[in-house]
């Protein structure tokens, strides 16, 4: 019988999974999706992995899928020209221009513009919130001397958060527009942009990935600034999916407030019907140890619970120790509670009558039937995955099988709760169809002789048209 896991789980690449052995060990503990970190990433390693993960998919008759998430606006400080310690009340300059070695006095900063934005009386704010500063004063050109409030040592090319400053930068960097088109050559499956505040940030990433790629590749919205927050009704309307980054968020806005925005951002994705995915520090402890803190477990079983369709995981497998095992855990973890009765699915059916209605309250009733007669599995036939979205943000307790000829999204539908895509292209009749869909779903262990099954369509099955027809048979026989 195929694993019952229905949330996917995210793995970041990185040192600790540079062996294909190690990969294909991941995928089989229950890896859905690979992220590329374009933080930390050289194009010769990115090209090997992703020719590994395409090997082991082909090999594995699996969709494991590629998630490139590019670095975005991040703020750094240069390097340090050797232990450097501040305490409060130590004034500190911040210089821009040619980058230099700094010194417990002065810091090079890597935000050309970063005079000209901050203002006295905001924070500055170092390695994830460790280090926090005032600014006192600004030249507007090349200079910020800004006051410690909390002390430590200064460490090289560390983070930069300014939660209070309006930055001018764009979330689309010199650095993201050449990886994103280096991405979108190497055809991945998803984009995720850093640091969006607005709309058009998406706007401009969605013009760029139209320029280069025939395909659509759909985008992810890493929402980590207290402005995203704030404009997320429109930010999800211009999106694919939603990663909750907790890591920077919670430097952006007090850490007791990230709880509940992490739950309204989970609402807002499944009001929209796309994928969301919890990231950062879920399993922490095993970068170094084999067993994971009783908070962890909690974290990881509280995120599926709120309703995330993903989690994510970052250091555990780009540096950590134990890659494989922490995948295992994971998986454990998911597989125990996600068919709770306690997780509670947003019931507002489809009432805006657009042209994709039908569709949406075919799909609404599928999930909402297959609960009813506890059918076993939904099965529909897609050419853009968008059914697939639409049963998944149901949270339907059948399996989602989805059927396509297009190649191109059955990786992509891997980040999806619940779907397992399937490569078919025989659109004959609707009769056969249906028998070969049910053989192939027989054959992987999704039905048995007596199972319902509910089967989605568009007809007539050639033109592969919008969905239009709901289907409900009864497995008699499951030879092939």
Same mark, same amino acid.
Request: proline share 5%.
């Given at each position: 019988?195929?694993?019952?896991?229905?949330?996917?789980?995210?793995?970041?690449? %990185?040192?600790?999974?540079?062996?294909?052995?190690?990969?294909?060990?991941?995928?089989?503990?229950?890896?859905?999706?690979?992220?590329?970190?374009?933080?930390?990433?050289?194009?010769?390693?990115?090209?090997?992995?992703?020719?590994?993960?395409?090997?082991?998919?082909?090999?594995?008759?699996?969709?494991?899928?590629?998630?490139?998430?590019?670095?975005?606006?991040?703020?750094?400080?240069?390097?340090? %020209? %050797?232990?450097?310690?501040?305490?409060?009340?130590?004034?500190?300059?911040?210089?821009?221009?040619?980058?230099?070695?700094?010194?417990?006095?002065?810091?090079?900063?890597?935000?050309?513009?970063?005079?000209?934005?901050?203002?006295?009386?905001?924070?500055?704010?170092?390695?994830?919130?460790?280090?926090?500063?005032?600014?006192?004063?600004?030249?507007?050109?090349?200079?910020? =001397?800004?006051?410690?409030?909390?002390?430590?040592?200064?460490?090289?090319?560390? $983070?930069?958060?300014?939660?209070?400053?309006?930055?001018?930068?764009?979330?689309?960097?010199?650095?993201?527009?050449?990886? *994103?088109?280096?991405?979108?050559?190497?055809?991945?499956?998803?984009?995720?942009?850093?640091?969006?505040?607005?709309?058009?940030?998406?706007?401009?990433?969605?013009?760029?990935?139209?320029?280069?790629?025939?395909?659509?590749?759909?985008?992810?919205?890493?929402?980590?600034?207290?402005?995203?927050?704030?404009?997320?009704?429109?930010?999800?309307?211009?999106?694919? $999916?939603?990663?909750?980054?907790?890591?920077?968020?919670?430097?952006?806005?007090?850490?007791?407030?990230?709880?509940?925005?992490?739950?309204?951002?989970?609402?807002?994705?499944?009001?929209?019907?796309?994928?969301?995915?919890?990231?950062?520090?879920?399993?922490? +402890?095993?970068? +170094?140890?084999?067993?994971?803190?009783?908070?962890?477990?909690?974290?990881?079983?509280?995120?599926?619970?709120?309703?995330?369709? *993903?989690?994510?995981?970052?250091?555990?497998?780009?540096? %950590?120790?134990?890659?494989?095992?922490?995948?295992?855990?994971?998986?454990?973890?998911?597989?125990?509670?996600?068919?709770?009765?306690?997780?509670?699915?947003?019931?507002?059916?489809?009432?805006?009558?657009?042209?994709?209605?039908?569709? =949406?309250?075919?799909?609404?009733?599928?999930?909402?039937? *297959?609960?009813?007669?506890?059918?076993?599995?939904?099965?529909?036939?897609?050419?853009?995955?968008?059914?697939?979205?639409?049963?998944?943000?149901?949270?339907?307790?059948?399996?989602?099988?989805?059927? +396509?000829?297009?190649?191109?999204?059955?990786?992509?539908?891997?980040?999806?709760?619940?779907?397992?895509?399937?490569?078919?292209?025989?659109?004959?009749?609707?009769?056969?169809?249906?028998?070969?869909?049910?053989?192939?779903?027989?054959?992987?262990?999704?039905?048995?002789?007596?199972?319902?099954?509910?089967?989605?369509?568009?007809?007539?099955?050639?033109?592969?048209?919008?969905?239009?027809?709901?289907?409900?048979?009864?497995?008699? +026989?499951?030879?092939?």
């Amino acid at each position: 019988m195929p694993s019952r896991k229905k949330t996917k789980i995210v793995a970041t690449l %990185g040192p600790a999974t540079s062996k294909k052995e190690t990969l294909k060990a991941m995928i089989e503990a229950g890896v859905d999706v690979f992220r590329i970190n374009f933080s930390h990433a050289s194009y010769d390693d990115v090209t090997e992995r992703i020719n590994m993960i395409r090997e082991l998919n082909e090999e594995l008759e699996v969709n494991t899928s590629i998630l490139a998430d590019l670095q975005g606006p991040k703020l750094r400080v240069g390097v340090m %020209g %050797g232990e450097a310690v501040v305490v409060p009340g130590d004034e500190v300059t911040f210089a821009t221009g040619e980058p230099f070695e700094g010194t417990a006095q002065r810091v090079y900063m890597n935000y050309q513009n970063f005079p000209q934005d901050v203002k006295p009386g905001e924070r500055i704010l170092l390695d994830d919130g460790k280090l926090i500063f005032e600014v006192k004063s600004t030249n507007g050109k090349d200079e910020v =001397k800004a006051t410690v409030i909390q002390g430590g040592p200064l460490k090289s090319k560390k $983070g930069v958060n300014l939660p209070n400053t309006s930055i001018s930068l764009p979330a689309l960097t010199k650095k993201d527009i050449k990886d *994103a088109i280096y991405a979108i050559e190497h055809q991945v499956d998803w984009i995720a942009l850093s640091f969006v505040r607005h709309s058009q940030d998406l706007i401009d990433l969605q013009e760029l990935v139209n320029k280069h790629s025939d395909h659509k590749i759909p985008i992810v919205a890493k929402i980590e600034k207290p402005e995203a927050v704030d404009n997320i009704d429109k930010i999800v309307a211009y999106c694919d $999916g939603l990663m909750v980054a907790r890591g920077d968020l919670g430097v952006e806005v007090p850490a007791q407030e990230v709880p509940l925005i992490q739950k309204k951002l989970v609402l807002q994705a499944k009001k929209a019907r796309i994928p969301v995915i919890i990231a950062t520090q879920m399993m922490e +402890t095993m970068i +170094t140890s084999l067993t994971p803190t009783r908070a962890e477990v909690n974290d990881v079983a509280n995120s599926v619970m709120d309703g995330a369709d *993903a989690v994510m995981l970052s250091g555990e497998t780009s540096v %950590g120790n134990y890659p494989v095992q922490v995948i295992e855990k994971m998986a454990s973890i998911l597989t125990s509670v996600e068919n709770s009765s306690l997780i509670k699915v947003p019931q507002n059916p489809p009432h805006i009558r657009t042209k994709r209605y039908i569709t =949406k309250s075919v799909c609404y009733h599928a999930a909402l039937m *297959a609960n009813e007669i506890q059918a076993k599995a939904i099965s529909t036939l897609t050419n853009s995955g968008y059914t697939a979205f639409q049963i998944s943000a149901w949270r339907p307790s059948a399996h989602i099988l989805v059927f +396509t000829s297009n190649k191109r999204i059955l990786t992509q539908l891997n980040l999806l709760w619940g779907v397992k895509a399937f490569y078919y292209d025989r659109f004959v009749s609707t009769d056969e169809t249906i028998e070969d869909v049910n053989r192939i779903a027989c054959k992987k262990g999704f039905l048995d002789v007596g199972d319902m099954l509910i089967s989605l369509a568009a007809m007539p099955i050639k033109d592969k048209g919008m969905v239009n027809t709901l289907r409900v048979s009864e497995i008699e +026989t499951c030879s092939f």
